[in-house]
T-cell receptor, first 114, second 114 residues
Framework: GDSVTQMEGPVTLSEEAFLTINCTYT??????LFWYVQYPGEGLQLLLK?????DKGSNKGFEATYRKETTSFHLEKGSVQVSDSAVYFC?????????????FGPGTRLSVLP | NAGVTQTPKFRVLKTGQSMTLLCAQD?????MYWYRQDPGMGLRLIHY???????AKGEVPDGYNVSRLKKQNFLLGLESAAPSQTSVYFC?????????????FGNGTRLTVT
């Protein structure tokens, strides 16, 4: 079946450091890929998405490129802020017999220190 | 913009008690989902619904029941709570079954079963 693997962390960075969170996936079809962010006490919020190979999703300074050849969707940000501290989830969406099937990675906790 | 609203936010149950979690969305979405989130395990799908009056089992349905009597509401029931059901429960909705349609999440219900 489909699966998503991501580094679990925790990841601790200083403010203005460069961020990379690795995500790789396994899917039988042609999935769409997503990054969600979860702030303390809240639900998951869509951060960015890419729907086909070589697409780049971007939002709030975060970027991720859909790499079909390496089945990866790594999240990057050039300069993190304290407010970026959260848990980040990589996810894929694929078609199944009942329609849309979402598969989530385990999440990566990011802490940014001032 | 209410989006997806979950009630209650917190609940403590004793083993064997029952309860219902309510999810309401005001985006006219067809698809609704119930997930549970446990440390290190990401999100696991409990039940889902592809439209009013329809429900189906997800990855971890045992011990739970659901109903979708109205398009905007999706109820999750625990008939006889067990400590293994201690978790954070998230409701989500999406517009369509296509790969591109992201999930919109509520803020979660933290349930403790003693």
């Amino acid at each position: 079946g489909d699966s998503v693997t991501q580094m679990e962390g925790p990841v601790t960075l200083s403010e203005e450091a460069f961020l990379t969170i690795n995500c790789t996936y396994t899917a039988t079809g042609y999935p769409s890929l997503f990054w969600y962010v979860q702030y303390p006490g809240e639900g998951l919020q869509l951060l960015l998405k890419a729907t086909k190979a070589d697409d780049k999703g971007s939002n709030k300074g975060f970027e991720a490129t859909y790499r079909k050849e390496t089945t990866s969707f790594h999240l990057e940000k050039g300069s993190v802020q304290v407010s970026d501290s959260a848990v980040y989830f990589c996810a894929l969406s694929d078609q199944s017999n009942y329609g849309q099937n979402f598969v989530f990675g385990p999440g990566t906790r990011l802490s940014v220190l001032p | 913009n209410a989006g997806v609203t979950q009630t209650p936010k917190f609940r403590v149950l004793k083993t064997g008690q029952s309860m219902t979690l309510l999810c309401a969305q005001d985006m006219n979405h067809e698809y609704m989902y119930w997930y549970r989130q446990d440390p290190g395990m990401g999100l696991r799908l409990i039940h889902y619904s592809v439209g009013e009056g329809t429900t189906a089992k997800g990855e971890v349905p045992d011990g739970y029941n659901v109903s979708r009597l109205k398009k905007q509401n999706f109820l999750l029931g625990l008939e006889s709570a067990a400590p293994s059901q201690t978790s954070v429960y998230f409701c989500a909705s999406s517009y369509s079954a296509g790969n591109n349609s992201p999930l919109h999440f509520g803020n979660g219900t933290r349930l403790t079963v003693t």
